[in-house]
């Protein structure tokens, strides 16, 4: 799943896209994606083969509006995937003292195959 998330969002010439943390001294626009869980869905049976799993995205950027701009890219790029099915449950502006620019937390649900 993280593969297909990272598919969907790589290529945008706003930002940059790691899998848990980003390089040491990164001062550009970039989002960090992390798995917060990865269940398979039950049915009355069984387990079935449906994947229900939670993304944490948090977005950095120098100044505010460029990081809401991001945030609002990847919160479409999520919702018009066509490889799943995405869902943007919490978008959070962060005050985060470690980080001298802006952040934004996305909590994201996606469904797929």
Same mark, same amino acid.
């Given at each position: 799943?993280?593969?297909?998330?990272?598919?969907?969002?790589?290529?945008?010439?706003?930002y940059d896209?790691?899998?848990?943390?980003?390089?040491?001294?990164?001062?550009?626009?970039?989002?960090?994606?992390?798995?917060?869980?990865?269940?398979?869905?039950?049915?009355?049976?069984?387990?079935?083969?449906?994947?229900?799993?939670?993304?944490?995205? #948090?977005?950095?950027?120098?100044?505010?509006?460029?990081?809401? !701009?991001?945030?609002?890219?990847?919160?479409?790029?999520?919702?018009?995937?066509?490889?799943?099915?995405?869902? &943007? %449950?919490?978008?959070? #502006?962060?005050?985060?003292?470690?980080? %001298?620019?802006?952040?934004?937390?996305?909590? %994201?649900? &996606?469904? !797929?195959?």
């Amino acid at each position: 799943m993280e593969q297909l998330l990272y598919d969907c969002l790589k290529g945008s010439v706003n930002y940059d896209i790691y899998a848990l943390k980003a390089p040491q001294n990164k001062d550009d626009n970039y989002a960090v994606y992390t798995t917060i869980s990865d269940v398979k869905t039950n049915n009355l049976n069984s387990q079935c083969d449906l994947s229900n799993v939670r993304f944490q995205i #948090d977005v950095y950027a120098k100044d505010y509006p460029t990081v809401k !701009s991001i945030s609002a890219e990847i919160q479409a790029k999520i919702i018009g995937c066509n490889t799943y099915h995405g869902l &943007v %449950i919490e978008s959070q #502006d962060i005050n985060d003292s470690d980080y %001298i620019g802006y952040r934004v937390t996305l909590d %994201i649900k &996606v469904w !797929s195959k």
